[in-house]
């Protein structure tokens, strides 16, 4: 029996956002990154997974960081890819920590996490959740509840939030992509900053339940009926635990909205059903830069004027230190890069001169050579002949010019010598040094 092949299945995605003109077509919309730094464990890396969904669709849902990666890094790739905002998840002994900056100059908000609650979590508590991947593709509709005061830390903590989600259109707004909503609420008495994500739904009203669970294509359970009739008019197996919408939470639609029942000047109920995650927070600190800079606020530590003047002129005598410091460093690197190309110089012109001593050396080392094996020549002749060789039998082989004579004058005795005719013989003369050597062998070998 043969098996068959097994398919792997691919991750479900919620696909790529829809262009909508709900949002402000002046303004490009935000994006944000959600990482983590550090060994935080399972449970941050999956609130980082459920704080991505919130920012969905304008964020990266399978960004991978690595462990090397450092702040300049996210810095350097955040303008190309316009990235606007970063969610930073970090964990500690005590603490689990979140900051919300902005890129590329700040500022950065440091939240402590108080408690949170995964996705997973709310929809086992919940008996009929709302997923889907649908939901997904439209922004989130941000609602923001008591950040109203006076002071500066929120008014930054007010406009960061703001900034973070698209602006939307009024005039422009589509119901249809209005399928979540984030909801930030800030405790004034505890300080405590609370998010929690919502589904937003249209349900419409004026109409007995029976009359829903038809319209939803839900088929009832008429055994216990003799007629559609009955069903309708007797509630049917309605169950008694469900309430009717309150007032406040019916409106009349003014579009369309995705749904049976959900027309356009009809009735409908806004029903909202929690996705997740939940978190609550406290605002620590707040940077003037990118994670770094200046002070702003800090929940703990109360300075007076006179120390935040003192600790101005400190920081601006340190940025003087440093801009000094680094035109020193430059002024030695360019020295030393001075120093090393005059010494690779240096090194370069003595290898030519050694290379040039060298085949000189060679040179005349060959001009010895050649005199010495015309020595041992004659030394070898006189040993195994026992008479020492005529000087015309191993002549030397550059033949030493007469100071009195002339170049010219040697080019023309040589060239007489060698077209002068031979007088004892009317056939062509064998080779000079043949003839020699043939003499000198017989008069050897008469004599022995």
């Known amino acids: 029996m043969t098996k068959t092949r097994r398919r792997k299945k691919k991750a479900p995605s919620s696909g790529k956002p829809r262009s909508s003109a709900s949002l402000d077509e002046g303004a490009r919309p935000p994006q944000a990154i959600v990482v983590s730094r550090g060994d935080v464990g399972r449970n941050v890396l ?10 969905e669709p304008f964020t990266a849902p399978r960004l991978k960081v690595r462990k090397n990666n450092v702040i300049k890094d996210y810095i350097g790739v955040a303008g190309p890819l316009g990235i606007t905002h970063m969610l930073m998840l970090t964990k500690t002994e005590e603490h689990t920590n979140l ?3 902005r890129f590329p100059r700040g500022p950065t908000l440091f939240f402590q996490v108080n408690e949170y609650c995964f996705m997973k ?3 086992t508590v919940l008996r009929r959740p709302k997923s889907g991947a649908a939901q997904f593709q439209t922004p989130a509709l941000l609602i923001m509840n008591n950040f109203g005061g006076d002071a500066p830390h929120l008014k930054i903590m007010t406009s960061m939030f703001q900034n973070m989600f698209p602006s939307i259109n009024v005039q422009k707004l589509k119901l249809a992509d209005v399928r979540r909503c984030v909801l930030i609420t800030y405790d004034a008495e ?6 929690r994500h919502f589904n937003v739904q249209a349900v419409p009203v004026g109409m007995s339940r029976q009359v829903k669970k038809l319209i939803k294509l839900q088929l009832p359970n008429l055994s216990t009926c003799s007629d559609i009739s009955d069903y309708l008019l007797n509630g049917g197996n309605a169950s008694e635990s469900e309430a009717e919408d309150p007032a406040d939470s019916q409106v009349t639609l003014p579009q369309n909205v995705p749904g049976r029942g959900n027309q356009k000047q009809q009735r409908s109920a806004v029903r909202l059903t929690e996705i997740g995650p939940r978190l609550a927070m406290r605002l620590v600190r707040v940077d003037e830069g990118f994670c770094d800079g200046e002070v702003l606020y800090h929940s703990y530590v109360n300075k007076s004027d006179t120390e935040i003047k003192t600790m101005r002129k400190e920081k601006k005598a340190k940025d003087q230190l440093r801009i000094q410091r680094k035109k020193e460093q430059e002024k030695n690197v360019k020295l030393k890069q001075q120093k090393r190309d005059e010494h690779k110089k240096r090194c370069r012109d003595g290898q030519q001169k050694k290379v040039a001593e060298l085949d000189k050396a060679a040179r005349k080392a060959a001009g010895d050579a050649d005199g010495d094996d015309e020595d041992s020549d004659a030394e070898y002749y006189r040993k195994e002949v026992g008479v020492a060789p005529d000087a015309e039998l191993f002549p030397s082989r550059k033949r030493k010019r007469d100071s009195s004579e002339k170049p010219d004058d040697a080019k023309r005795s040589r060239k007489s010598y060698s077209k002068k005719p031979s007088s004892h013989s009317h056939t062509s003369p064998k080779p000079t040094h043949q003839r020699k050597v043939g003499a000198v062998y017989r008069k050897a070998s008469s004599r022995k």
């Open 46 to 55: 999956r609130l980082v997974m459920d704080l991505r969904r919130i920012m």
């Open 99 to 101: 900051r919300v900056a």
């Open 121 to 123: 979590d709310i929809a």
């Open 190 to 195: 505890n300080d405590l900053v609370y998010i």
